[in-house]
């Protein structure tokens, strides 16, 4: 059974840095896109970086400069570098893939969230 577990929310104060990470356990045919999204309370989901399988990433507007996504194939692991964070990037944040499970089509798994709390 394919799993995204995440880890490394918490709480950090404004202009401070965390990492998340999101492993993909699990028998797998093939393991594409990942990325993160998040929601806000009170507001929808919204993406905030992605990265292929090859490496290529894209950012949201709202992170660019500040998030950096990476990705290591070999651990099925991703990461999100969070640095000069804001109050208004306090959220839930989910890693999702596009995964094809062993012996089935690729479709797009979730993880269970972590929460980020940023104080100022």
């Known amino acids: 059974q394919v799993q995204l577990v995440e880890s490394g929310g918490g709480l950090v104060q404004a202009g401070g840095s965390l990492t998340l990470s999101c492993v993909v356990s699990g028998s797998t045919d093939s393991i594409g896109t990942l990325g993160w999204y998040r929601q ?13 399988r090859i490496y290529t990433t894209t950012y949201a507007d ?12 070999a651990k099925s692991t991703i990461n ?7 109050p ?6 989910y890693c999702y893939g596009d995964i094809a499970p062993a012996g089935f ?13 940023v104080s100022s």
Not at 88 to 93: G, L, Q, S
């Open 105 to 117: 089509l690729v479709r797009k798994f979730w993880g269970q969230g972590t929460q980020v709390t």
């Open 88 to 93: 208004e990037d306090t959220a839930v944040y």
């Open 40 to 52: 806000a309370p009170g507001k929808q989901r919204e993406l905030v970086a992605f990265i292929t």
């Open 62 to 73: 709202s992170i660019k400069g500040r998030f950096t996504i990476s990705r290591d194939n």
């Open 80 to 86: 999100l570098q969070m640095n000069s964070l804001k």
